[in-house]
């Protein structure tokens, strides 16, 4: 059901833009075999270390910047409410306005099959699936530009890399709420300076809004 923008709505999205989204997206050959035998045992857990770096351009509370462009550009002509939570309700999502105060990066990772985990340090200590990176910026000049800055490292250990989503978060600490997300699959991240163009929580991309990290590969 894609008319809700959930959680697993999200991760697909992430995977059909494995093929430029335009199409599905091939099983391993291992789960086509008469007598499937995936996920594989691995030996070597693939490492993607990523780094959050600055934070851009966040929109304030309740202030609506989609960036209508791209592939489903057309959709937004349909339904208005992919651009503008139009259906907003309740005190909890009217309160607060301005700039977020506390905007934290929280690093998760969702996979199909095999071992998975987050962790600041290596060998990881536990099966954890998420971590939560605060911003270097203090409260009172959290609001300058609306951009802040990160800078604690976070290891990404998967055995089936192409086979797991990282899904990136801003949270909103003062409301303990999402405020955008991207969804990409960790095995087709590239080593370097990365640029992840965030999106609202209907899954539109915000004008102007992205995450700088820093990515380097590695096996564990």
């Known amino acids: 059901n894609l008319q809700t923008n959930d959680l697993p709505t999200q991760l697909h999205h992430a995977l059909f833009e494995l093929n430029g989204g335009r199409g599905y997206v091939e099983k391993p050959k291992e789960m086509l075999l008469p007598t499937p035998c995936w996920p594989l045992q691995q030996l070597l857990l693939k490492v993607v270390t990523v780094q959050p770096m600055t934070l851009f351009q966040l929109p304030k509370r309740n202030e609506e910047r989609p960036h209508r462009k791209g592939m489903r550009s057309l959709s937004h002509d349909y339904v208005s409410e992919l651009s503008y939570a139009t259906t907003r309700s309740g005190p909890k999502l009217h309160a607060g306005s301005g700039c977020v105060r506390f905007p ?94 965030l999106r609202n929580m209907q899954g539109t991309r915000i004008e102007s809004c992205s995450l700088l990290a820093h990515v380097s590969l590695s096996k564990q």
């Open 104 to 197: 934290s990066v929280s690093v998760e990772l969702y996979a199909i099959g095999g071992f998975h985990c987050v962790s600041t340090v290596l060998p990881p200590l536990s099966g954890a699936t998420r971590h939560l990176v605060r911003s270097q910026r203090s409260a009172q000049h959290g609001c300058v530009g609306c951009d802040f800055h990160y800078g604690q490292k976070v290891h990404c250990v998967a055995a089936e890399p192409k086979e797991t989503v990282l899904r990136l978060t801003v949270i909103d600490e003062d409301f303990g709420r999402e405020a955008a997300y991207e969804t990409v699959v960790l095995g087709v991240l590239r080593e370097g300076y990365r640029v992840f163009h």
